[in-house]
């Protein structure tokens, strides 16, 4: 029988900085030179090696994806994504999916199993966690179905068990659990 595609989608509760998998996500800013929230966690995690290698990216535009090293993170990978600000204009929603199918696609590339995702834009950037989860559960059931590759895991990994609460409920309701 074939895998349900909603199978291979987690959703935990915890810190993305801890977590053994071959990417996490991190929500960058353009920069990419580092910053507050799960940014300053994952640089600080990963050690001043992760900014010297991201110093050579030249930035990242909203809504797209670049890959480094973990450094000494469990996660052999950093994917850096940026998230757009919330402003309320139906381009936010577009970006928002932008990031998560862009990261899939470069997971995909680079041959990597298992990727994690913060809650992107979900924090200063100020993006209704329900709507954020609907887009990027949605945008992933999308990569698994159009394109897949090499991802046969993806995580989505919440501070909050507010927020935890949000992505199990809409997991369960897409899953039709
Ligand atoms: P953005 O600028 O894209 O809004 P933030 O880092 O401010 O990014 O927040 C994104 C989400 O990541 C927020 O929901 C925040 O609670 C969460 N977060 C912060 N630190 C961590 C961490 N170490 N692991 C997982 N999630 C985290």
Redesign the pocket.
């Known amino acids: 029988m074939k895998k349900k595609i909603t199978n291979v989608m987690e959703i935990m509760q915890?810190?993305?900085?801890k977590l053994d998998v071959d990417a996490i996500v991190n929500?960058a800013?353009r920069s990419l030179l580092g910053?507050?929230?799960?940014?300053g966690?994952?640089h600080r995690a990963a050690g001043p090696i992760l900014l010297e290698e991201c110093r050579k990216l030249g930035g990242c535009n909203t809504g797209k994806a670049k890959i480094t090293n973990g450094y000494n993170l469990k996660a052999r990978h950093v994917i850096h994504t940026v998230?757009p600000v919330y402003s309320g204009k139906p381009e936010d929603s577009l970006l928002l999916s932008q990031c998560y199918f862009n990261s899939l696609q470069i997971a995909s590339q680079n041959n990597l199993y298992s990727i994690a995702f913060?809650?992107?834009?979900?924090?200063?950037?100020?993006?209704p966690?329900d709507d954020a989860c609907r887009i990027a559960l949605d945008t992933v059931c999308r990569f698994l179905k159009e394109e897949k590759g090499s991802v046969t895991k993806v995580i989505f990994?919440?501070?909050?068990s507010k927020?935890y609460d949000i992505y199990e409920k809409y997991l369960k309701e897409i899953s039709g659990a």
Request: overall charge negative.
């Open positions: 915890g810190d993305i900085t929500a800013n910053g507050g929230g799960v940014d966690a994952i998230g913060p809650a992107i834009s979900c924090g200063v950037y100020g993006y966690v990994i919440l501070f909050s927020n």
